[in-house]
């Protein structure tokens, strides 16, 4: 490529900008170590002002899976993470997809060719994996062993016309050291000659990682990298191959890795990897994002709840952390807790009505059941576990009625439900009030403790010990025909006689 080809590329190079990117790979579904650097990248550029670049990173073309980048799309929308530029909103330094820059890939790597710092590469996998053998002999760590960079430029010149197969691999200098400085790990030094001249274009003129990365970094103007620190072990190669050609290198910021425990990753089998996961098993997404925020960052101060406005105010990267972030379920249960209580009574019954629909078949008030479960659970997928007794009374032992708290046993129920029977079937107007008022006589006529009539009242109608509301609102839910025939139902299995 002449120098014009450059320039013109080059040209369109944003100035000025504090530019952050996330740049993910679409092999699947939004893993949450991705979503907290995307979230990480998205705080920093708007804490200054600046832009968020997405950019598809697919030149892996084995793992791409289709509809993944899609799907990508759609978390960060729902996340409220905007980008200023990327495959579907446009930019001046597109194609935002790495799969579309092919062309550019290939002329930079001969660029970098002709200025000495990468060299073509003809050995085939036969000469690449004797020199493996010869290395596991040996017991010395596997490189290559740069033959190839000794190549004359006659002999370059005739395997090029001979049509030989070829890779362009970077030339690293092999004295001295290569240095650079990150903001969480602050000043690195690696020894050039523990860096193998690693492959940057592959045979089929795509781009690998290392230099496909570097390449859209530059050309689309990123002045601060947020990635994961399992990348710090990368950036010297990173780093050279800006000198070689010749750029000033971006800030860089790695961020912790989240780990399940001490030893272990999140994972897909453990169903604790990525983002659909969580919300599948009902959490918010503002509560995912606030807890991933928290995982490797701390904002200072005893708050933990944030929105993302409020994230982005507080955001500051002295605030991260060296140390791997454990995932905690039991604060993401209180956190996602703490929206759903947050949430008006709109909100709530938005969210919880499906929850409660995918239990109960029959009719059945919502709203109601919506309001008495909105402090009571702390997932949403807790709902149906919580509403299953509506649609049926569920099978139950008789020593449920057991409760020594409330001095309650299956021999007190039976003497107490019929009477219990007995004044809600002369009741007409059937509301809280009313229910409670006659109830509470009762309780007061048979000269008991409340728990000791609403107890049996809550096992006989619905089979459980824990519920939506006490007694008196599952007596609302079911209606009072229902409530009738479930207590007439429980009566007759304790044996007792019906006062009705």
């Known amino acids: 490529m002449d120098s014009g080809y450059f320039e013109s590329i080059e040209s369109k190079i944003p100035r000025g900008e504090f530019r952050t990117r996330f740049a993910p790979s679409p092999t699947g579904f939004m893993h949450l170590g991705g979503l907290r650097t995307a979230l990480y990248a998205y705080l920093l550029a708007k804490k200054e002002g600046g832009k968020l670049i997405l950019r598809i990173e697919d030149t892996d073309r084995e793992r791409r899976v289709e509809g993944a980048a899609e799907l990508i799309y759609e978390t960060l929308a729902a996340c409220g993470i905007a980008y200023e530029e990327g495959p579907n909103v446009g930019g001046p330094v597109g194609p935002y997809v790495q799969s579309e820059r092919r062309e550019i890939y290939g002329a930079y790597a001969r660029r970098l060719v002709e200025n000495g710092h990468a060299y073509y590469c003809f050995c085939d996998k036969e000469v690449l994996d004797e020199q493996r053998l010869i290395h596991e002999a040996s017991r010395v760590p596997h490189r290559y062993d740069r033959r190839c960079a000794a190549l004359s430029e006659a002999e370059i010149a005739e ?66 990298i947020i990635r994961g620190n399992e990348f710090l072990s990368s950036t010297p190669k990173h780093v050279l191959l800006y000198e070689g050609f010749g750029w000033d290198t971006p800030k860089y910021i790695h961020v912790p890795q989240i780990m399940r425990n001490a030893t272990k990753k999140l994972s897909k089998r453990d169903g604790d990897a990525y983002f659909g996961d969580f919300i599948a098993k009902g959490y918010l997404k ?90 009571r659970v702390e997932l949403l997928s807790e709902i149906p576990a919580q509403v299953d007794f509506i649609d049926a009374v569920l099978p139950h032992e008789l020593d449920l009625y057991e409760n020594k708290k409330m001095k309650t046993d299956a021999a007190g129920a039976k003497k107490v439900l019929p009477e219990v029977l007995a004044v809600l079937g002369e009741i007409s107007a059937w509301d809280k009030d009313t229910i409670h008022g006659e109830i509470s006589g009762l309780v007061a006529r048979l000269g008991l403790k409340n728990g000791q009539v609403l107890w049996p009242m809550r096992v006989a109608l619905s089979g459980k010990t824990f519920t939506p509301g006490g007694s008196i609102e599952i007596c609302l839910i079911l209606g009072k025909n229902e409530t009738l025939a479930r207590l007439a139902a429980a009566i007759e299995r304790l044996g007792a006689p019906s006062a009705q």
């Open 159 to 224: 395997k090029i016309a001979a049509k030989t197969p070829f890779v362009i691999r970077q030339k690293v200098e092999q004295n001295g050291k290569t240095v650079f400085n990150d903001a969480v790990y602050g000043r690195i030094e690696v020894e050039n000659s523990t860096l193998e001249d690693q492959v940057i274009l592959k045979s089929d003129g795509m781009p690998t990682y290392n230099f496909a990365n570097v390449v859209d970094d530059r050309l689309m103007g990123v002045t601060h």
């Open 286 to 375: 503002e509560a995912i994002l606030n807890y991933i925020a928290l995982l490797g960052w701390s904002p200072g101060g005893e708050e933990e709840k944030f929105s993302l406005a409020e994230l982005t105010d507080a955001f500051n990267i002295e605030g991260i952390s060296k140390s791997p972030a454990i995932f905690d379920y039991q604060k993401l249960n209180w956190l996602n807790g703490a929206y759903l209580r947050a949430m008006s009574d709109e909100e709530y019954h938005a969210a919880a009505s499906p929850h409660i629909k995918q239990t109960v078949r029959g009719d059945c008030d919502t709203r109601y059941v919506a309001s008495l479960l909105q402090g």
